[in-house]
Each structure stands twice: as structure tokens, then as C-alpha cells.
């Protein structure tokens, strides 16, 4: 097996697969010197370059160089500038040929029905605060009901303190789930509702309605104060515009009429309890796979990224919208670059421009504040090889595969198209797998090369590692490895074909390590300027 990666036939770099040494090496094209030790995953010039000649990967231009570099250079953040080709709307058709689905086209997974015609892939009641002044009551709540109605997991350092310290007789008692068929009561903290924008408000109310109406929620509870920003009244309308076919029990709670804080949580418990005897009545029944709607995320990149669990996710999403299902692809940011390979993927012109709209105001207002794209990949990033944004974003959006694009959503818009969607949310992780979740992801795909520990509170995550290392030390938080493909033993159509089968295992009702650990990560995104 060659040592080194030529991605794309046009590149005029290399990829190390393993660490380089100084000296003469063997690439598929022949023998190359290096003058220098290149450390596995960092990307090496085929061939020299002239001072500002523009640094070629995934077949588009990702940086420039900085001075006149010869054959074999390491490319760093000193020698190599970020640099995205400008993107222009045209007319072309693109073709796209769908890959082979035969084997999965009469598979279903066991997922709840909503009156709506979405089908989840859990059933959960939620508690959501529609202001911060709520958060305690919230965990107030939180304490009251999870250990009583069975969903308390028993911290596993609870155990480790008991061994520890002989003297206590501790035993945590076993709980049994009272509400066979309701999956658990998420808790929604947040810091907003009151004291920002008003659109900061209706933001939140438009992400709190898309976790309330998701396919994977039965219904909520909904607390507030009464005299902030996000009113119930506000919400209300809202959730009638974005799902006016929704038919799901929603409880609200006032403080302010209640009149005391025992009145108001006991309130909340009461009607709570009254409802979810009749949510526990919704059973888990077959569902077709075009009612997946897959998320696609990524977090703690490395250079491997891009080259296995990117492209095998990105395999993974063509099988799901080759059988009718819907993909979400995320982080408008690692997108830069690449945007030109997303316009000419569009259907239809209006989307192109409506793409191109939201890219360059998110990209103004970035550089408004004094930053901008090129100054999104992290230290993390930096180190295994990601330089510049655009090598960061070519290889993160080879997770939407080859689909021609159906439809483009702004943050909070839910995904009504099959087929794959682009939805703005910022590069930040956290904020970015919310948003998916919001906009009714019932499953999602997050890729890591680093390790990054994080979930959702309703949408199920299964993570990838992109390199072995990663999914034997961290193997506690990564559900499938793609580092087979870096080793030459899998495929990138043999792992996305894996993890296809994982979706179909977890929508209905594996549970993936996230959930394991209970990282139900919830950050809204205010708008502001988050890379």
C-alpha cells in the first residue's frame, strides 16, 4: 500500500497516511523528495509551486502559496493562505447517478407515527423553559420525576465512591421504567427569552417549536414567567406556522399566574403525569427508510477526515435519499470553498441564489466583527494538518455525498424535502447538532478525528471516528470506525454501507454510546458571529 493519498486526479498535493521521513520516497506516480519529516495526516506539494500559485485539493483550490515552494514541501500555516475561489450562479443541469439500493429497498425500522406523516426514532416528553428565569423549576422537576418514573442511570463514580469509602453502605436502588414506551423526559436549559434582541427571542421560539413538533418528541410541557420577551402567545403562533399539521399534547405553565414557585412545579408534575399514560399508548411500528431524516456533523477534525469518515458518511447519505429518505448537511462555514460544487448541485436556480444569499451575510457579518472564515479551523485543526479553512471544508462536505441539493434552510427552518438539505448553522458543534435537531433530524451522523464528546437531547447521535487510534483509546464515546479505509482494509462504499445499517439499529431503538452517557447537549445559536 502506498504511504501516501492523491485524492482527486487534479491535486498538486499529497496526503502522508502514516509519518514521512526526511529522503526519498515512492508515491503512486513515482519517486519525490522530501526535504523535510512529514507527520502523518499533513499534506505534501506533488510538484513545485510558484510564489501565490493556488494549492489544489478534493479538485478545487484550497490556499495559495506564500514564497516559491519546490516538490515534497510540507504545507504549514507560514508557506500556505487561505483561498476560496469565488462562486457564480449558472444554468448547467447537474447529473447525478444514484447508487444501487436494491438490497435496502424493503427494509423498515421500527419507529412511533406521528399524526403529521413523520416517523421518529425515539418517543420523548420534553420540559422546555421558554425563558432562563425557569432553569431552576426546570431542575427542580428534573430531580422530582427522572428517578421516580425509571430513567435515573446510576452514575458509575457513585459506585467508585462506595469502594472507595468503605464505611457507607451504598447500593443505589434499581429502578424499573414505569412508561414502557416512553424513551425518557428531556430537559431543554437554555440562557435566552429575555434581556437580548427581540430576534434573538423569536430565534428561540423557532428552535424550541421544531423540538417540540420533532418527530421524535410525543409532547412537552412548556414553563415560563410571563413577563419575558418569548411569550406563550408568541409560541403559539409560531409553532402554527412552521407545523400547523402538528397534533401533540402541549402543557403551559405561567409562574406569574401560578403565584409561587411550589404552585407552579407541582402544577407542571401533576398535568404532566395526566398526559403521559396516554403518550405511553404510542408503540414503536415499521416504518419505510424514506422516513429517515439523517443529520450530517462533524467535530474535532484531523487530517483524516475528509478521506474516510466524511466520504463514507457522505456514501451513507446517497443510500438514504437514493431510497427516498432526507439528509441534513450542516455548518455553513466549512463550506467555504466549495460553494461552487453546492450551486451547481441545486435544482433549481432560486436555491442557488437563496444558498449563496445566506453564505455571503453570514460571511459579512463574520468579518464585520474582525474575523471571517479563514479563521475557522481550530489549534486541533491546525495540528493534524488542516491549514486553511477551504482543505477543512472540502473534506467536510464530503459528507453530503454527490445528491443533487433539494433544498436550502436557513437556521430554525424545518426540512419539509427529501433529499439532501443544507441547513446554516454555525461550525461550533454543539450549536450546530442542536439546530439539526431543530430543523427534524431524527438521527444524526457525527464524524471525529479528535474525539469529541457530545449528543442531543432528542435526535440520537452515532459517532465516527475517521482514524482506528481514535476509536481504540476513545471507545467509549465512537460507535463505528472508518480507519479501515485509511489502512486499505474497508472500503469507503463497505463502511457507508455499515453505517447505513447502524441508522437502521438505532431508529429502532439501539441506543448509541451518546445516549449511553446521557450527553444531551442543547445550545441554541443566537445568530451572532460563531465559527
Known amino acids: 500500500m502506498s504511504p501516501t493519498l492523491k485524492i482527486h486526479p487534479s491535486d498538486n498535493v499529497l496526503v502522508a497516511l502514516g509519518d514521512l521521513a526526511r529522503g526519498h520516497i515512492q508515491t503512486s506516480d513515482g519517486e519525490l523528495y522530501l526535504p523535510k519529516t512529514v ?40 508557506n500556505t493562505s487561505h483561498y476560496a475561489e469565488p462562486a457564480t450562479l449558472k444554468d448547467a443541469l447537474y447529473q447525478w447517478e444514484a447508487p444501487e439500493v436494491d438490497k435496502w429497498q424493503d427494509k423498515t425500522f421500527m419507529g412511533y407515527h406521528r399524526a403529521d406523516g413523520r416517523v421518529g426514532t425515539a418517543n420523548y416528553w420534553l420540559f422546555i423553559p421558554l425563558v432562563f428565569c425557569e432553569n431552576r423549576n426546570l431542575k427542580c422537576i428534573e430531580e422530582a420525576l427522572v428517578k421516580h418514573l425509571g430513567y435515573y442511570r446510576n452514575n458509575q463514580y457513585e459506585a467508585y465512591v462506595a469502594e472507595q469509602l468503605k464505611t457507607l453502605a ?45 418527530p421524535n418528541v410525543a409532547g412537552a410541557t412548556v414553563l415560563s414567567l410571563g413577563c419575558q420577551h418569548a411569550q406563550i402567545d408568541w409560541f403559539k403562533e409560531i409553532q402554527s406556522e412552521l407545523y400547523p399539521q402538528s397534533e401533540k399534547p402541549i402543557i403551559y405553565v405561567e ?84 460553494e461552487q460544487d453546492i450551486i451547481d448541485r441545486c435544482t433549481t436556480p432560486e436555491l442557488a441564489k437563496k444558498f449563496l444569499r445566506i453564505q455571503q451575510a453570514y460571511e459579512w457579518a463574520a468579518k464585520a466583527v474582525g474575523s471571517g472564515f479563514d479563521m475557522n479551523p481550530s489549534p486541533g485543526n491546525i495540528k493534524d494538518g488542516l491549514i486553511t479553512d477551504a482543505i477543512k471544508s472540502a473534506g467536510a462536505a464530503q459528507k453530503g455525498g454527490r445528491a443533487p441539493v433539494s433544498d436550502i ?31 427534524g433530524a431524527n438521527c444524526i451522523l ?52 455499515a453505517i447505513l445499517e447502524m441508522i437502521i439499529e438505532v431508529a429502532s431503538g439501539k441506543e448509541t454510546k451518546a445516549m449511553q452517557l446521557e450527553q444531551n447537549d442543547f445550545i441554541p445559536w443566537k445568530r451572532g458571529v460563531s465559527l
Request: glycine share 12%; with cysteine.
Open 39 to 78: 507527520p502523518q495526516k499533513h499534506k505534501f506539494l506533488e510538484a513545485s509551486l510558484p510564489k501565490s500559485e493556488e494549492v489544489i485539493m478534493y479538485g478545487v483550490p484550497v490556499g495559495t502559496v506564500n514564497e516559491d515552494l519546490p516538490a515534497g514541501t510540507l504545507l504549514t500555516i507560514e
Open 170 to 214: 451504598f447500593e443505589p436502588p434499581k429502578q424499573e421504567r414505569v412508561f414502557e414506551n416512553i424513551d425518557g423526559i428531556r430537559f431543554l436549559y437554555h440562557d435566552g427569552g429575555c434581556g437580548g434582541t427581540r430576534q434573538d427571542a423569536e430565534t428561540l421560539l423557532r428552535l424550541l417549536a421544531g423540538y417540540v413538533h420533532h
Open 409 to 439: 434552510l436557513d437556521y430554525t427552518e424545518p426540512a419539509r424535502n427529501a433529499g439532501l438539505n443544507l441547513l446554516c448553522t454555525p461550525g461550533n458543534d454543539v450549536e450546530s447538532t442542536t439546530g439539526l435537531a431543530g430543523s
Open 255 to 338: 409562574q406569574q399566574q401560578m403565584l409561587s414557585e411550589e404552585k407552579t412545579i407541582k402544577a407542571a408534575i401533576d398535568q404532566t403525569l395526566n398526559v403521559l399514560p396516554e403518550v405511553n399508548r404510542i408503540e414503536r411500528k415499521p416504518a419505510g427508510l424514506d422516513k429517515l431524516i439523517v443529520g450530517l456533523e462533524c467535530g474535532g477534525s484531523d487530517g483524516f477526515s475528509g478521506i474516510s469518515a466524511n466520504p463514507s458518511v457522505g456514501r451513507a447519505s446517497d443510500l438514504i435519499i437514493a431510497l427516498g429518505g432526507t439528509t441534513i448537511l450542516s455548518e455553513f462555514p466549512e463550506l467555504n470553498g466549495v
Open 446 to 497: 457525527f464524524t471525529t478525528g479528535l474525539g469529541t464528546p457530545t449528543g442531543n437531547p432528542v435526535a440520537p447521535v452515532i459517532k465516527i471516528s475517521s482514524n482506528s487510534r481514535l476509536y481504540e483509546t476513545m471507545h467509549d464515546i465512537i460507535d463505528i470506525n472508518t480507519g479501515t479505509v485509511i489502512t486499505g482494509e474497508s472500503s469507503i462504499q463497505e463502511v457507508g454501507d
